[in-house]
């Protein structure tokens, strides 16, 4: 499984950004898609998770301002942040479960919060 991340960038505090992340290759019908961020001198932690039935859980930190969705037909979930602050700041990874369990992590996308 391949998994291509897009949508990272520089924004304001209260301002949006979505994130975009695509999977390809060997796909099983269950899966389990979604997002974790690492910020300098932290480790990786979770945000949000969406599993191919559209059950969603997220991190405290993002519940009310974060929104992960899904497109089954493409194969790729969304991360609509809005709302968002300095503490915001970190790389954000695609993360993708398989049936079997199989983990796999996207290349990682920059997300800037700061005026």
């Known amino acids: 499984v391949q998994l291509q991340a897009s949508g990272g960038g520089l924004v304001q505090p209260g301002g949006s950004l979505r994130l975009s992340c695509a999977a390809s290759?060997?796909?099983?019908?269950?899966?389990?898609m979604g997002w974790y961020r690492q910020s300098i001198g932290k480790q990786r932690e979770f945000v949000a998770i969406?599993?191919?039935?559209?059950?969603?859980n997220y991190a405290d930190s993002v519940k009310g301002r974060f929104t992960i969705s899904r497109d089954n037909a493409k194969i790729t979930t969304y991360l609509q942040m809005n709302n968002l602050n300095p503490e915001d700041t970190a790389v954000y990874y695609c993360?993708?479960?398989?049936?079997?369990?199989?983990?796999?992590w996207g290349q990682g996308t920059l997300v800037t919060v700061s005026s």
């Open positions: 969406i599993v191919s039935d559209g059950t969603t």
């Open positions: 290759g060997s796909i099983s019908r269950f899966n389990v």
């Open positions: 993360y993708f479960r398989s049936n079997g369990g199989n983990a796999y």
